[in-house]
C-alpha cells in the first residue's frame, strides 16, 4: 500500500523550461512535506519543504505547491538548468513521527 | 566528518551469510534512521533511534534484521542469513531537528 505516489518515473525538460514533478499522497494524516534530490552513489540531499498549514513555499528557482483537497504536491523549478538532472524524491511524514514514507522516485532529465 | 559515512560502500554476500553495516552519523546528531531501496522502489524506512529512546523498530521487515546504536552515535545493521530480496542500498540519515535528515551515500548489498 503505497501513501505517497510518483505517478511519472522519468521527465525530460529542455533546459531553461519548466520542470513540473509530481506527488499524491493517499494518508489524510500526513502533515509535512519534503522533496529530495538524488544523485547516483549518493545520498538524497534535502531540497525544499513545506507544512501542511502553507500551499506553497518558494526557495530561489524552487516552488512546491501542496493542494490538501486533492492530497497533491507538486515541485517546480524554473528555470531547469542540467545540473538538476537527478531522482526527485517526494516524501511525507505525520504528527510526532520522525521517519519519512518516500514515493518511488522521478527522474529528471534537463536536455541542454 | 561533514556528513553522514556509511561502509562498506558496496558488499556481495552469499545467501544466508551475516552481514553488518556501518553508519556514522553527523556529530551531534541526536536522531538516527535506516532506510532501504530496493529497485525501482523509493526508500522504505527501517528502524529510528532517538536520543537514549528505545528504537523504532516497526519498519524492520523481518526478525533477521537488527540494528544496534552504540554511546548514542555509531549503528550497525546487522541482517543475519541473508536472501536474494535482502539487495537493496541500505541508507543511514541523521538528524538535530525534525524533519530535517541528511542522508549517507548508502550501502549497496548483493545476495547472491
Known amino acids: 500500500d503505497q501513501q505517497v505516489k510518483q505517478n511519472s518515473p522519468s521527465l525530460s525538460v529542455q533546459e531553461g523550461r519548466i520542470s513540473i514533478l509530481n506527488c499524491d499522497y493517499t494518508n489524510s494524516m500526513f502533515d509535512y512535506f519534503l522533496w529530495y534530490k538524488k544523485y547516483p552513489a549518493e545520498g538524497p540531499t534535502f531540497l525544499i519543504s513545506i507544512s501542511s498549514i502553507k500551499d506553497k513555499n518558494e526557495d530561489g528557482r524552487f516552488t512546491v505547491f501542496l493542494n490538501k483537497s486533492a492530497k497533491h504536491l507538486s515541485l517546480h523549478i524554473v528555470p531547469s538548468q542540467p545540473g538538476d538532472s537527478a531522482v526527485y524524491f517526494c516524501a511525507a511524514n505525520k504528527g510526532s513521527a520522525r521517519q519519512l514514507t518516500f514515493g518511488s522516485g522521478t527522474q529528471l532529465t534537463v536536455l541542454p | 566528518g561533514a556528513g553522514v559515512s556509511q561502509s562498506p560502500s558496496n558488499k556481495v554476500t552469499e545467501k544466508g551469510k551475516d552481514v553488518e553495516l556501518r553508519c556514522d552519523p553527523i556529530?551531534?546528531?541526536?536522531?538516527l534512521y535506516w532506510y532501504r531501496q530496493s529497485l525501482g522502489q523509493g526508500l522504505e524506512f527501517l528502524i529510528y533511534?532517538?536520543?537514549?529512546?528505545?528504537?523504532?523498530k516497526s519498519g524492520l521487515p523481518s526478525d533477521r534484521f537488527s540494528a544496534e546504536r552504540t554511546g548514542g552515535s555509531v549503528s550497525t545493521l546487522t541482517i543475519q542469513r541473508t536472501q536474494q530480496e535482502d539487495s537493496a542500498v541500505y541508507l543511514c540519515a541523521s538528524s538535530l531537528v525534525a524533519n530535517e535528515q541528511f542522508f549517507g551515500p548508502g550501502t549497496r548489498l548483493t545476495v547472491l
Open positions: 533511534f532517538q536520543g537514549n529512546s528505545a528504537p523504532d
Open positions: 556529530s551531534g546528531h541526536t536522531a
